[in-house]
């Protein structure tokens, strides 16, 4: 049996577009999607906030330690994390003054964005909420010693986002959409 309630449970859900990936979220109870892309214009029912600045998605993560809103939100979802990451990025960017987060010497750019996103996240977490990462797909495909292919998925993210988040997340899923005979199709949850 698998609980509804996804407090304190932390996900990456990850597709090709168009899957279901923000519509799959929609239909969590309690669900605060933070919208990094514009993607719930046909979803009734969600409430949904867009997010392009990450100054923005800090306060209002600061927001949500309000009583009233712990009592309405239960999740967190931010749709797309790799939008987000590029986010926190340019704001450490403009922090210090910089073009681009390698011309902050020693790398130490690199650990001030790892430093910042983490955090953010944890503070997410500590509230007691849940988390669901949403990242699109890259497809890759295998050359097998046989001459055979292997078709490969994975998290579009830039490797060092994608390091944070795999430490973060419980479950790691993917949805895939398989067309039937009849022209319906079915929606697939790997994990």
């Not at 939008?83 to 390698?102: D, P």
Request: a neutral charge.
């Amino acid at each position: 049996v698998i609980s509804r309630d996804l407090r304190s449970k932390y996900i990456l859900l990850y597709s090709q577009p168009k899957a279901g990936k923000t519509s799959f979220a929609a239909e969590i109870k309690n669900n605060l999607l933070c919208c990094f892309e514009r993607g719930v214009n046909a979803i009734a029912g969600v409430y949904a906030v867009d997010v392009t600045k990450w100054a923005d998605f800090k306060m209002m993560i600061k927001q949500l330690e309000k009583p009233e809103l712990r009592e309405k939100f239960h999740t967190v979802t931010l749709d797309t994390v790799g939008i987000a990451y590029g986010l926190c990025e340019k704001y450490i960017c403009a922090q210090q003054g910089v073009q681009a987060i390698a011309d902050i010497p020693w790398g130490r750019g690199y650990a001030m964005v790892k430093q910042e996103f983490e955090e953010t996240l944890r503070k997410i977490s500590m509230m007691g909420l849940g988390i669901i990462l949403i990242a699109h797909s890259a497809r890759r495909v295998e050359k097998q010693s046989d001459d055979s292919e292997i078709e490969f998925f994975s998290p579009d993210l830039d490797k060092r986002c994608y390091a944070i988040v795999n430490q973060l997340v419980d479950i790691i899923a993917y949805i895939d959409v398989v067309f039937n005979d009849d022209g319906s199709s079915t929606r697939w949850l790997y994990t």
